[in-house]
């Protein structure tokens, strides 16, 4: 067989065959990255995100950008990730930015402002209130870019080993709970704590812990606090929602072909449906488990509420006068939340508030 | 320079060039689509959410994969998108699966079951719950396979004339609104209207119709109907969330290579967030002007809810006995809806309802 004819029984134009190879070969070529998580396995829903995202990437290239996913501790500590990723030890990782407010307050935007929006209002704000880019004017500082990845939902107050009836019961408390969160709950009496993971039961066992906060119903039963530590409080205040991160660093970003580019946009996005999904899927079943099992539900006392409402407010306020960051943040996403908890009570709300009370009955 | 020292020059290696090309001109070959919207051009969400989504496939194929949108009516009606996608005159198209209640009561479920769950969850039953492949068991019997795309999130009531003091008050109404919520509503006195978008306003105006109903804040603001139909009823309890779905024929989705499958799926998806969260955000800015504009928001009153709960409930127990498909599906979604409901009000409704009452105040 002559080549001409070899080409055309093989469906290949001579033409289409010279020009298309160099276009695709500059546009998709083989690119290897290591993506380093916050977050250990055995948060299945954060961590099976990051495998999830990593999957879709893969299949959207057609496996020529091929990210390795490791776990916390595997490369570097999981609250070094952005460290990491300046550094270029890594190329990006998946995290919670508010690690990061002790470089810089701003940072807690991110993840979750105290007393700030719910998950929907955070993906609103991030792509249409202008959040996504302010959050990169911080993370710009620190060599990276971010976007959007995995969201909790609204989280759960915590583990407490006895009933707080009013807000002197906080009074020398001690809680496990980490970063801006803690520092808010040191105004309202709690002793903040800081105790690694394996530490937080056998500490509420003795009663050398009070309480701890760790995420909500699916994540929290695998620990089996609700054994020492039975009283289940909500709403966690802090954590509206648990926004995580793709932060990447900016001169590897720059290098990539634009459709890995897109790749990594589009599937940090889907990834963040599908996190959100797995848990409001899975948190309902295992509250109905964790009740049955001995936990009992609580909310926080209506003055626990408003004393630490007011305390997050005034800490804002002061870090609105030192932190011209933190400041153009916050202006911008409290602009939103105004008319955000306007809007929601009614379509919204009125639809839930509906079906709760109505499958009460049922 | 022999063909050797070239290559070598280039940074091409013989053996991966004479590999790669055939394999990735096999993987990303030029494909052009046509792509058919249920939407006219003036639902910017739901519109704009299509031309994202066909943006983010083309930025994911480098151009390779070109899917050209078309809006309602531009190649076939709105409500006609299912049939020309089945018939493989389009290869796909963006649409609302309950508009073909009348082949299938089970494509209810595709887009909201009255009194059925909120955006989130039903992201949830979707990804978790099966709902996708139960969706797909329905489109199966018209040649398509469907995957979630656009959400608008909880709907609005719609607009009424007169107050509504109680369900008497709905006896004899000539209401606007179509499919499946229409035959819900005539169980509980109303005499539900079609009529084309254009000839609304003049009907609610000269008082030959005496209520409609649209999408919400944002969309609703643009027709204008709070000038002629100033009580602003929610929630719009048969539209908890409104799903839209990218419907694609079947034979047409085998031929597709992988990585464009996975360019639709995940790009569905980030269009689902893009969509809700556009709604999320300009939904706030619109219901504050369309009370500043005259418009008088009102809760539907209690009595309505029940009698209208209670139609639906009788309904679905109906059709349960006579299609399968239907029952399955109901029995999947009521299932974890009664989960979830138990959920709702804890975390993601403690957070939610302090922040309503406690912003109101400040």
Redesign the interface.
């Known amino acids: 067989m002559k080549r001409r004819e070899f080409l055309k029984a093989a469906g290949?134009g001579v033409a289409a065959?010279a020009v298309?190879?160099p276009a695709?070969?500059q546009?998709?070529p083989e690119v290897k990255w290591r993506y380093t998580a916050s977050w250990p396995k055995s948060l299945d829903t954060l961590y099976g995100g990051c495998e999830f995202f990593v999957k879709?990437v893969a299949?959207?290239?057609?496996n020529k950008f091929q990210i390795t996913l490791f776990a916390a501790g595997e490369i570097v500590p999981g609250l070094q990730v952005l460290d990491a990723v300046q550094a270029g030890n890594v190329e990006m990782g998946s995290t919670a930015m508010y690690y990061y407010w002790g470089k810089d307050a701003a940072m807690t935007f991110g993840t979750a402002l105290p007393?700030g929006?719910?998950?929907?209002?955070m993906?609103?704000?991030?792509?249409?209130?202008n959040g996504e880019a302010l959050l990169n004017e911080v993370l710009a500082k620190y060599n990276s870019i971010g976007f959007a990845h995995l969201n909790t939902?609204?989280?759960?107050g915590g583990w407490f080993r006895k009933e707080l009836k009013n807000l002197g019961d906080m009074s020398g408390l001690k809680m496990r709970i980490g970063g801006f969160a803690g520092t808010i709950m040191s105004k309202v009496g709690v002793v903040p704590q800081q105790l690694a993971g394996g530490d937080i039961y056998p500490a509420l066992e003795k009663g050398t812990l009070d309480a701890c906060e760790w995420v909500?119903?699916h994540d929290d039963e695998k620990l089996g606090y609700y054994k020492v530590a039975k009283y289940y409080y909500?709403?966690?205040?802090w954590e509206?929602c648990g926004q995580a991160h793709n932060i990447i660093n900016l001169a590897k970003w720059n290098e990539l072909?634009?459709?890995y580019q897109?790749?990594i946009?589009?599937?940090s996005?889907?990834s963040?449906?599908?996190a959100?999904?797995?848990y409001?899927?899975?948190?309902?079943?295992a509250?109905?488990r964790l009740i049955s099992g001995g936990a009992i539900?609580r909310?926080f006392p209506a003055d626990v509420?408003?004393a630490s409402?007011k305390a997050a407010t005034d800490i804002y306020a002061g870090l609105s006068q030192t932190n011209p960051l933190f400041k153009k943040l916050y202006d911008s996403l409290r602009s939103?939340?105004?008319?955000?908890?306007?809007?929601?009570?009614?379509?919204?709300?009125?639809?839930?508030?509906?079906?709760?009370q109505?499958?009460r009955r049922a």
Chains 1, 2 share one sequence.
């Open positions: 290949v065959s298309a190879a695709i070969a546009s998709m879709r299949e959207l290239t057609d007393f929006v719910n998950a929907r209002q993906a609103a704000w991030l792509r249409f209130g939902g609204a989280q759960m909500g119903p909500y709403p966690g205040w509206g072909p634009k459709p897109a790749a946009q589009t599937a996005w889907d963040w449906s599908w959100i999904s797995r409001d899927y899975y948190n309902a079943a509250l109905k539900l909310p509420m408003e409402y939103y939340r105004g008319d955000a908890y306007l809007w929601w009570p009614v379509a919204e709300g009125g639809f839930d508030n509906f079906m709760i109505r499958l």
